[in-house]
């Protein structure tokens, strides 16, 4: 399940093991906060936690042993392991004999930011409660940004919520910073656009988002505001290149590839909506443009390593050879 739909299950009543995976550190924490509130009882005396790596062969039975323990004054006893990446042969011996027979006063939470392609595949094992802790969606994002602003009297478009999601590249940490910040801010009434923009601080990347899309609208104006703003806040122009670099480099990469969208997402490492986009823009430029920027700026960050030319005379020739370059 996804962590949105925890709470709801956690009303239907406990489950034996839950299996919090992903790389979001605030669904992990807070997934776990939930499931204490609902079933820990005097946490000092019927909580305890293992660290993953000092779990192995036979030193997971002190896992085991420790859900055997029946609570003290009250109905459960929780356990957490995190980072616990059992092998399969290990999970067969010392896990699946408990599974089997889950003492019904005990839950176990295993946390784990990492999907590890080797080992048991705990997602699958029975009594396992899998929920999914990765990085939401944009539209899952920016819904949750909505109904805790309108909790507390603030009505937000849904484009406004969306903007906030997309600042703070859907990493539900600095979302949820940032929107408590505009709750204090705001109290109630309506947020605009412009509050949002003001209010919500915009992680680099998303920055380097804009300035490459700026680049493909041949938009010299925002482009340069951008890039004053990053370097304003500590940016070197080096990085800006590599930025650049990279982006003609995979425009490259998205228009010369036969896969559909969907396989080149999985490969690339980005979302599927992010290829088309990719897509688009390399239609727009032009592969050939595109080769000769990429060629452009390639050279010009070698020039910077052997010292012929300065990181900010050679970020003015690619902005140059870019929007004047012909």
């Not at 980072?83 to 699946?96: A, G, I, L, V």
Request: glycine letters at 6%.
């Amino acid at each position: 399940m996804k962590f949105t739909q925890l709470k709801q299950d956690i009303a239907s009543g406990a489950k034996s093991i839950y299996l919090l995976q992903g790389e979001d550190a605030y669904f992990l924490s807070h997934g776990e906060e939930m499931i204490k509130k609902a079933f820990l009882e005097i946490p000092e005396l019927n909580f305890s936690s293992f660290e993953g790596e000092s779990l192995k062969g036979s030193a997971i039975t002190a896992l085991t042993d420790a859900l055997q323990v029946c609570p003290f004054m009250a109905e459960r006893r929780i356990v957490r392991a995190s980072e616990f990446y059992p092998s399969e042969s290990d999970w067969e011996k010392y896990m699946r004999p408990v599974c089997e027979n889950f003492p019904a006063t005990a839950i176990l939470i295993i946390v784990n930011t990492q999907n590890k392609k080797s080992g048991a595949d705990l997602k699958r094992k029975g009594a396992v409660t899998y929920v999914d802790c990765g990085t939401a969606s944009e539209e899952e994002v920016s819904r949750w940004v909505y109904l805790m602003l309108k909790r507390s009297g603030i009505y937000a478009d849904v484009s406004v919520c969306m903007s906030i999601a997309q600042y703070c590249l859907c990493n539900m940490s600095r979302v949820a910073i940032e929107t408590e910040k505009i709750k204090v801010y705001k109290g109630s009434g309506t947020l605009s656009q412009e509050e949002a923009d003001a209010l919500v601080y915009k992680d680099a990347d998303y920055r380097i988002y804009e300035l490459t899309n700026a680049v493909a609208a041949g938009n010299y104006s925002k482009y340069i505001t951008i890039a004053e703003d990053l370097t304003g806040k500590g940016m070197d122009e080096v990085s800006l290149l590599n930025s650049l670099f990279n982006f003609f480099r995979t425009l490259i990469n998205v228009s010369s590839s036969r896969k559909s969208s969907d396989e080149l997402a999985k490969e690339l490492g980005m979302k599927e909506y992010g290829v088309k986009r990719s897509r688009e823009q390399a239609a727009k430029m032009g592969t050939d443009r595109l080769t000769q920027l990429c060629t452009c700026v390639y050279g010009l960050l070698s020039d910077i390593k052997q010292g012929n030319v300065t990181p900010k005379n050679a970020f003015y020739l690619a902005t140059s050879q870019i929007f004047f370059g012909g």
